[in-house]
């Protein structure tokens, strides 16, 4: 079944404006799709027609004019944390956009799709809102700029008609005398989503806070400004004393829920934690620790930009024959009847080239991961109609390299895995060269004496998952699930007998303060 019946490629933002106007609520814009494509899977949205803006010149600008910050929508999280300009002019969205999933999700997953998903758990929206950012909507009947507080309305609900895109996004840049920081907490140390999520934002004046800017996310229907700790900020220098009573009092401004993730109390304690954190750092100069100078890409050569497509629009409908033409390993491909489908499927179906592998189908293990573009993306979150026109590297394609591959000596702690005999040993049998442990320097794995079928010394509690919004254009409806976000997501497992806590909706719940 396919996901959709008609797919746009423009190759302007005026036809990918005429577009929208012309199927309006049928239509969603896609750019990244790491959220959208998921969402089509499992029936939660429905859209006949998409649009993608991937490759429409003049939308992924990173540029200071001035005093202003401005972004546009396809700027990819791989960017903002490479953009020499984002990192010292907008630190905490720097900080924001190295949280967000692996390289392959930051290559795909956009500025502009992470702010459209609205949920508050997303990891871009809290420091722009700290920053005092503002968006700009365009459609063929105008232009129009929002603030943060006018632009997010709830849960997945933002201020924009369904013709309407977003075209750019404008901050005031920090200042020699402000610094600012972004901290989170989620179940793991990475690829998580936020539990808590936090940016602080300060002018100083000497040792004394001049102006502070406090945002909390995923702990409120929407994003929220915690003024009355920013109240107690101005005037005071940053001593335990201070920074312990701000964060008391940026506790008390959120209105967190209950969900599968975390309770509410939990969250509540845990934003005093993370603003004592944030403002001990900023105290200390020690803000930018833990942010690398290197981080990794995986775009190779590349500045992490696809190439620009020119002439006419293409489209592919779902059901009809309109190829789909591209490179793959060097070759000239030309695929047919592939038009409803994800690259991962039309990769292993149509072309046979099976090394991209189908795993968790979510964009969160990895094993579908290939070349487009020149960056490494996963084909389960790309819709093959992307492939037009675009290079494709996979698995198979490696072995065409000019210059040797080796594979790299691997080395795994021990398993503890007490199962019937084949389970350690069908790993070591398949893969010889794996070394399960220190000390194993062979397939001839250590046995143990016979078990009974299917007793596992397993880590008790749940096991972590890895994890990796909406694109530019068309706001997505209020889910009734916990929030979350799209190129940063991750699911907890419950374990079997356990009761789930209640869900209990934070729509809803008064109106939010202005600061």
Known sequence: MALWETYFTPTSLEEALRLLAEHGPRARVIAGGSDLLIELERGVRQAAVLIDVS????LDGIALDGETLRLGPLVTHNRLVASGTVAGRAFPLAQAAWTVGGPAIRNRGTLGGNLITASPANDTITPLWALGATVTLRSVRGERTLSFPDFYQGVRRVDMAADEMLVEVRAPALTPDERGVFVKLGLRRALAISLVNAAVVLRFSGQRVAQAR??????????????????????AVLDPEVIERVADLAAQAAAPINDLRAGADYR??????????????LAEGREREGFPAQPPLLWGRGDGRPPRLAGRTARHTAEGDEPIECTVNGENRVVRGANGKSLLHMLRDDLGLTGTKEGCGEGECGACTVWLDGMAVL???????RAHGASIVTIEGLALTPTPLTPLPLSRPRLGLRGHRGAARNFGDRRPHLRLHPGDDGPDLPRRPPQRHGQLALPRGPLPRPSGGEAPGGPGPAADRPPHGGADRARPRRQAGAAAPPAVSGAGRGVRPRC
């Open 55 to 58: 490759r429409v010149a003049g």
């Open 214 to 235: 406090i945002a909390l996310g995923s702990v409120a229907p929407t994003i929220v400004r915690a003024c009355e700790a920013e109240g107690v900020l101005v005037g």
């Open 268 to 281: 509540r304690r845990m934003v005093a934690v993370l603003v004592r954190r944030a403002l001990t750092a």
């Open 379 to 385: 084909a389960c979150l790309v819709p093959a109609p």
